[in-house]
């Protein structure tokens, strides 16, 4: 890698205007790096999205497929911190950490708990709430300009209850729920049983989300956007970014292992992956991964009409076209770490009581790295310190849902238009 001279940077956005026929690299060709391509190459960019794994290969592809419109709270939320050393002492709760890993995690750690407080929950689940509310506008052209129309399912989310204990413990976050119109309906038994009739009767209450949507097949649809740029005139290359050069207008070359690839405008999209690539930027950031697996069962045997969640452990059933799909769960163990199969038993065990009769002698198993800034709120924006390079990453549990959105935010900010809601929370230097 070249370092930046400081004389050399200009620190001022990209030029507006003259974009057309003008090269944009997008590294990373998960659903946000393809995303955030199909709305450059609207503006007309000539992208090339660079990626050692075809697109939607990794996390996305092995996503539960929900369109999370409720999710505006964050995971550190003041309720949950005094809860978290029992849950890393219950094997089967939803978080696990490999105590080796510890140290490293502290640092993100300390960052996580300042994020807990009350008034940094309100400011951040305002943030997530603005990008929630723009989320399906910026989907539904991708999807419809893909014709992935098919893979969508608009039936709502279920997130169920054994009883109302675990109903107590959501008060604040539904209460927030409330503050910015998230819909939704406390369910009784019955209500329970005629939206999941397969659920245990041990399920006696439940939240139901209408608005929310889930897709069929969270692969194909990242390969179904990624071949509609193509079919317009983009590129996707299987090279791992290794680095970049710069020039007088900021970065003029992505450096990869075996080639050098010049460009007018970069956007580092490479979702867990990113924090290499970004220090190279001069930007340290506290991105971690929070991993999570799933199980994906070709013959459940039950019929479940929408996604459910477990109340209790907080893991999603997703009705897909290869089958069920159980996921979710949280371990800290970084990116190198072989994966436990013990996350994906737990989750099995755990469906077992919720669906009686669910049949799991047909399983796939998977984990995948969900890529986590220590207040929920990704990374969006003009990476500081450059005129020309981009940050879109750190979307943690919710990088489905906020994929179109963050596309559009990243091809206005290149195209200088204004923003349609306050863009600071997202900033790389909010943890500086
Ligand atoms: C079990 C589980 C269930 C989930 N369920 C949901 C859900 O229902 N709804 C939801 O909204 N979100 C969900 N998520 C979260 C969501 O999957 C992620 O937030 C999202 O996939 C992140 O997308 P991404 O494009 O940033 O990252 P990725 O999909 O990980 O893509 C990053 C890409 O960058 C590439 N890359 C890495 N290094 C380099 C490099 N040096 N050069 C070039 N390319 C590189 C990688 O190969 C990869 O393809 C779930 C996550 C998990 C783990």
Same mark, same amino acid.
């Given at each position: 890698m070249q370092s930046p001279s400081p004389n050399q940077v200009q620190d001022r956005p990209h030029p507006v205007g003259g974009r057309a026929g003008r090269r944009a690299i997008v590294i990373g060709g998960g659903i946000v790096g393809i995303a955030s391509a199909l709305y450059l190459l609207k503006d007309g960019w000539r992208i090339t999205v660079i990626d050692p794994e075809p697109p939607g290969e990794s996390t996305s592809g092995g996503s539960a497929g929900l369109f999370a419109f409720d999710h505006v709270t964050p995971v550190a939320m003041p309720g949950m911190i005094p809860r978290v050393p029992a849950m890393l002492l219950?094997?089967?709760? %939803?978080l696990t950490i490999r105590w080796g890993y510890l140290r490293r995690l502290l640092p993100w750690m300390v960052h996580f708990l300042k994020a807990s407080t009350p008034g940094r929950v309100d400011a951040i689940s305002r943030a997530l709430a603005d990008m929630i509310g723009g989320a399906w506008d910026a989907f539904q052209p991708l999807i419809e300009d893909a014709g992935a129309a098919d893979l969508i399912r608009r039936r709502g989310f279920l997130v169920a209850f054994r009883n109302d204990r675990f109903l107590t413990t959501m008060k604040r976050e539904l209460d927030i729920q409330r503050r910015f119109d998230i819909r939704f309906d406390i369910l009784d038994d019955d209500e329970v049983r005629q939206l999941?009739?397969?659920? %245990?009767?041990?399920?006696t209450r439940g939240i139901y989300y209408p608005d929310c949507a889930h897709t069929v097949d969270p692969k194909l649809l990242a390969q179904t956007l990624a071949g509609e740029l193509v079919r317009k005139g983009g590129e996707v290359l299987r090279r791992r970014a290794t680095g970049f050069e710069f020039g007088p207008q900021g970065v003029s070359a992505v450096l990869s292992e075996a080639s050098r690839h010049p460009t007018d405008l970069v956007v580092?999209?490479?979702?867990?992956?990113?924090k290499p690539l970004a220090t190279q930027l001069g930007n340290r950031l506290p991105l971690e991964t929070e991993r999570g697996y799933h199980v994906t069962l070709a013959d459940p045997g039950v019929d479940v009409g929408l996604p459910i969640a477990s109340g209790d452990l907080r893991f999603c059933i997703s009705p897909l076209a290869q089958g069920l799909r159980l996921a979710g769960t949280v371990e800290f163990a970084g990116l190198e770490a072989p994966p436990d199969p013990s996350r994906q038993a737990v989750m099995v065990e755990h469906a077992r009581r919720m669906l009686p009769g669910l049949r799991v002698e047909d399983a796939s198993y998977w984990m995948g790295f969900r890529p986590s800034m220590p207040d929920s709120l990704p990374v969006i924006g003009r990476a500081p310190g450059h005129a020309n390079a981009y940050f879109a990453f750190g979307h943690g549990h919710v990088g489905l849902t906020l994929a179109a959105v963050t596309g559009r935010i990243v091809a206005d900010q290149a195209a200088g238009r204004p923003p349609a809601f306050d863009l600071k929370p997202f900033r790389a230097t909010r943890f500086s």
């Open positions: 219950d094997k089967k709760s %939803s999941a009739p397969a659920l %245990s009767p041990a399920y580092l999209a490479a979702g867990a992956w990113s």
